[in-house]
């Protein structure tokens, strides 16, 4: 028990120093070298360009990352499906058609990102009750129909997305295909810090419930001779989840595979308790976005590649890998 301890606190204290050190360190990665001295003495462009864009960009992709991350292992656990993530359940998906509609109603020229944040958040609160509604028999609210239904729901946002963006004008249309991409740019200090805010609020509570979520991995019906309020934390443990990938899309656009890969790549390490997985999830998910931004703002300097193509290059022979490696199981 000692030792498990010991390697407990090795990887959870390990994973915050590599979250503090990209924090660090990838703000001064970018297209253009900085200049120290005008950094030394808080003078533009280059302060500005350290404090007010990359490590703006840096702080976002860190809590951004770690709250997909975090959703996907909720998710995960409670469905008992390595292939759960908040886009599977249809919620990323939802929250992005309530966005669309924000950006061709040109809700953001009136409300700034608290537009787009409205929009978000309307969707994904609109699909949270369908999904629920649908998954839910008798009182009962299952995990195998709460997917089911999730991913029914996901292909008809995804259509109502093309829909909507194909009946917008031009310069809508541009703007609904960057945003679809995914991405991190630079936004408010007021706006940053509420959505760090939010995201560590609702990660400290999910994380202080692992215990629950530990039992729901084991099956329902066993969580349920153990005392645990099965429906209640099925739906405590959707709307958490929904809840952080609603306002991470608000602010990012659509990122997919942060939520899918990193839980998955853990649990092999780690093994299936929630207690060391989800706070290493949330850790490790902020790192590997922020990184994949920073990878994209150097490499065809001075282009920039959006950090969701970044992720979906990652993710997608992951996911291929792990489809085939579950074949031949």
Known sequence: MLMRRRSVARWIGGSALLFALAGCLLPFVGPSTLDWSLV?????????????????????????????????????SMLRDALATPYTLGVSTGASLGAVIAI?????????????????????????FV????????????????????VAINSVCAALILLVHGLSGISK??????WLIGGLDAVERPTLALYILIVVSMAFLIVHHARHWNL??????????????VRQSLLQGYLAGSGLA???????????FVGLVVPHLLRRRLGGDDRVLMPCAFLHGGVLLASCDAIGRAILAPAEIPAGAITAFIGGPHLIWVVRRGGTR
């Not at 787009?116 to 609160?125: D, E, F, H, Y």
């Open 216 to 229: 729901l991995a084991v099956g329902e019906a066993w969580a349920a001779t153990r005392g645990a309020h």
């Open 173 to 178: 249309s541009f703007a609904i295909s960057h």
């Open 40 to 76: 030394l003495r808080r003078q533009d462009p280059d302060w500005s360009i350290l404090i007010d864009l990359r490590l703006s960009r840096t702080l976002l992709g860190l809590f951004a990352g770690g709250a997909l991350a975090l959703a996907g292992a909720l998710f995960q």
């Open 104 to 128: 061709a109603l040109d809700w953001g020229s009136v409300a700034g990102v608290g537009g787009i944040w409205a929009g978000a958040l309307s969707g994904a609160v609109t699909i949270l």
């Open 131 to 150: 999904v629920m509604g649908a998954a839910t028999r008798h009182g009962q609210l299952s995990s195998s129909s709460l997917l089911l239904a999730g």
């Open 246 to 256: 609603a306002f991470t899309v608000a602010l990012t656009g659509p990122i997919g």
